[in-house]
């Protein structure tokens, strides 16, 4: 399978998320020190928890609206915004007007029109692929992220304090050239079919909507399975990073000396390197493996190496730790996000992705929870709480494929 075979509007989400992933690894994180710097450091995280809560909120309306209209219209109206908060961000950061209040309007306004857009470009890529397209899309979408994610920190962490302006400009030409992408090449391949329903206001009608859709104990088995997995690695690394700079000793590294705070970022480094250099491997390998199996392998690994990464502070355990988690990754994730678009329903594809949403606020709320327990629990305590996260996750995921067969089953016999 190829890349230029697939549909036209998965080859354009793809490219969009990759330019949207740039953009992100190469402001946002370092806008946390430039909003601290103007800002208390306590005000700052209120807001940033506030901006993280209110974006989930807005996917769950963005969603809703793309059920019920159209996706590219949500995505055109949401990259338009976005631009001109983009264009008004640069203005805003030059040395005449310097202005960090407008900056941090702009920001949450950005956040907020990635979070409305995400469930209708999510649902557009189910629209247009097909089941055995899958697994090789979120392989790639992923292998993307993280080439994003490298190419991003290094550009933000070189020029973000001495030319803020330039990297909002390219920011800016990025969702420009998306929004364009969108308008001229995009095909919206959705035909809601509007049916009858009681009179509602508009909060109503988005309130019983969720209300239908958390209804499905498939998708509520689910959500609580993702929340888990992506538990593991959140709550992993925000309690490890901690750890490391209070616990490890500096230590000899391949000749180089390295304290935990360095160790930490040597982590980092290997994960996003080995998931580039072994991605395509890895998806080959794995057509040779059963989605059960492949889930299964790749959940237990990637719950093995965080549990030692929580644990270890030998830099060479460490990093076979987090070759553990990078093969578990390249395995399980694919899969995982395939499952969830096969147990969608069409009707309300993008309603069901905004809800997804959810495990990444839980992770992160719970990420903050890992860091104050660490403050009264040992490592290895920390370390069993991570792993019986990973091994629960598992438990659901196979049930979830248990009745996902089941299903299949009812659907042949009638």
């Given at each position: 399978m190829k890349l230029i075979?697939?549909?036209?509007?998965?080859?354009?989400?793809?490219?969009?998320?990759?330019?949207?992933?740039?953009?992100?690894?190469m402001i946002t994180p370092f806008m946390i020190i430039y909003f601290s710097s103007h800002f208390s450091q306590a005000l700052t995280g209120v807001i940033l928890m506030g901006n993280l809560v209110l974006t989930f909120i807005t996917a769950l309306c963005g969603g809703y609206f793309a059920d019920q209209f159209s996706r590219k219209k949500i995505m055109v109206g949401a990259e338009t915004t976005r631009f001109i908060a983009m264009v008004i961000m640069c203005i805003a950061s030059t040395p005449i007007i310097n202005s960090p209040v407008t900056i941090l309007l702009m920001v949450i306004i950005n956040s907020l029109c990635i979070g409305f857009a995400r469930p209708a470009g999510s649902a557009m890529i189910a629209d247009s692929s097909q089941l055995e397209e899958r697994k090789y899309i979120f392989t790639l979408d992923y292998w993307f992220y993280n080439v994003a994610m490298c190419l991003g920190a290094l550009a933000g962490g070189f020029f973000f304090k001495s030319y803020l302006s330039v990297l909002l400009i390219l920011v800016a030409t990025f969702s420009l050239f998306s929004l364009?992408?969108?308008?001229?090449?995009?095909?919206?391949?959705?035909?809601?079919?509007?049916?009858?329903?009681?009179?509602?206001?508009?909060?109503?009608?988005?309130?019983?909507?969720?209300?239908?859709?958390?209804?499905?104990?498939?998708?509520?088995m689910f959500l609580l399975a993702n929340l888990l997995s992506l538990s593991v690695q959140i709550q992993t690394m925000d309690f490890t990073v901690v750890r490391l700079a209070n616990e490890m000793k500096p230590q000899s590294l391949f000749s180089f000396q390295v304290n935990g705070m360095e160790m930490f970022g040597v982590l980092n480094s290997i994960n996003s390197l080995l998931v580039i250099g072994l991605g395509f491997f890895f998806t080959r390998l794995a057509t040779h493996i059963r989605d059960t199996w492949q889930l299964t392998i790749g959940?237990?690994?990637?719950?093995?190496?965080?549990?030692?990464?929580?644990?270890?502070?030998?830099?060479?355990?460490?990093?076979?730790?987090?070759?553990?988690?990078?093969?578990g990754e390249l395995f399980y994730v694919p899969v995982k996000q395939s499952l969830f678009i096969d147990i969608v329903p069409v009707e309300n594809r993008a309603s069901y992705m905004a809800t997804n949403d959810l495990g990444i606020l839980g992770a992160t709320?719970?990420?903050?929870?890992?860091?104050?327990?660490?403050?009264?629990?040992?490592?290895?305590?920390?370390?069993?709480?991570?792993f019986a996260c990973g091994i629960s996750s598992l438990i659901l995921f196979g049930k979830i494929f248990a009745r996902k067969k089941l299903n299949q089953v009812d659907t042949l016999a009638n």
């Open positions: 075979k697939l549909h036209t509007n998965i080859q354009i989400r793809l490219l969009d998320q990759f330019l949207r992933a740039i953009a992100f690894h364009l992408l969108i308008l001229f090449v995009i095909k919206d391949t959705y035909r809601h079919t509007h049916q009858a329903t009681k009179e509602r206001k508009l909060l109503q009608k988005i309130i019983f909507n969720y209300k239908n859709v958390l209804s499905d104990s498939v998708l509520r959940l237990l690994l990637y719950s093995v190496g965080f549990t030692i990464i929580s644990i270890s502070n030998s830099s060479y355990v460490l990093i076979i730790a987090m070759i553990l988690v990078v093969i709320l719970l990420g903050g929870l890992a860091v104050s327990l660490g403050a009264f629990f040992p490592s290895w305590i920390m370390g069993s709480l991570f």
